[in-house]
Antibody, heavy 117, light 107 residues
Framework: EVQLVESGGGLIQPGGSLRLSCSVS????????MGWVRQAPGKGLEWVSV???????YYADSVKGRFTISRDSSRAPFYLQMNSLRSEDTAMYYC???????????WGRGTLVTVSS | DIQLTQSPSSLSASVGDRVTITCRAS??????LSWFQQKPGQAPKLLIY???SLQSGVPSRFSGSGSETDFTLTISGLHPDDFATYYC?????????FGPGTRVDAK
């Protein structure tokens, strides 16, 4: 079983930057993608970014140009660099990945990002 | 981008009820349609993947069906532990999307 643990969230002023990390442990099963999903307080789930094993990356329109997803290797931590943060970026951020079959089976517990002055 | 809609947005049900939630995609998603359950303060949990495959450890009262653009999650006999919010998700396109969610609460 794969375990994902997020870190790096916190309170940040508008316009600031944060870097979220997701550590991966457990099963060595291959993957197709890893990514980040967020959930604003009292709202639904929103895909933020996906990084495929072939290094293709995709971003939600709401974060394009401000957020960057990256990784060191398929099993090492992966990251979400968030720049020019806005109040509407306030959310719980979950790191996720598939188990090689395209379905988002593994989730972390989330890290809270609060953008406020 | 593929948009997903869910109906109803919320429902009230009793223990033992049969519950059906529908998800409609703005274009075909093949078999890349999943269902998640989320309880307050918890991360979402995968229930159903590939339209109708039950994730390991998930009770058999949960089932999925559908094809093309129309999909259904059914709970055949609601348990007290099933009061939660349910989301459909497509992973057919490069950037995935979720439905807006269906909240199931106690009548």
């Amino acid at each position: 079983e794969v375990q994902l643990v997020e870190s790096g969230g916190g309170l940040i002023q508008p316009g600031g930057s944060l870097r979220l990390s997701c550590s991966v442990s457990g099963s060595t099963v291959s993957l197709n993608y890893m990514g980040w999903v967020r959930q604003a307080p009292g709202k639904g789930l929103e895909w933020v970014s996906v990084l495929y094993v072939n290094d293709n990356r995709y971003y939600a329109d709401s974060v394009k140009g401000r957020f960057t997803i990256s990784r060191d290797s398929s099993r090492a931590p992966f990251y979400l660099q968030m720049n020019s943060l806005r109040s509407e970026d306030t959310a719980m951020y979950y790191c996720v990945r598939d188990m090689g079959d395209g379905y988002t089976a593994a989730w972390g517990r989330g890290t809270l990002v609060t953008v406020s002055s | 981008d593929i948009q997903l809609t869910q109906s109803p947005s919320s429902l009230s049900a009793s223990v033992g009820d049969r519950v059906t939630i529908t998800c409609r995609a703005s274009q075909r998603v093949g078999r890349y349609l999943s269902w998640f359950q989320q309880k307050p303060g918890q991360a979402p949990k995968l229930l159903i993947y590939a339209v109708d495959s039950l994730q390991s450890g998930v009770p058999s009262r949960f089932s999925g069906s559908g094809s093309e653009t129309d999909f259904t999650l059914t709970i055949s006999g609601l348990h007290p532990d099933d009061f939660a919010t349910y989301y459909c998700q497509q992973t057919f396109t490069s950037l995935f999307s979720f439905g807006p969610g269906t909240r199931v609460d106690a009548k």
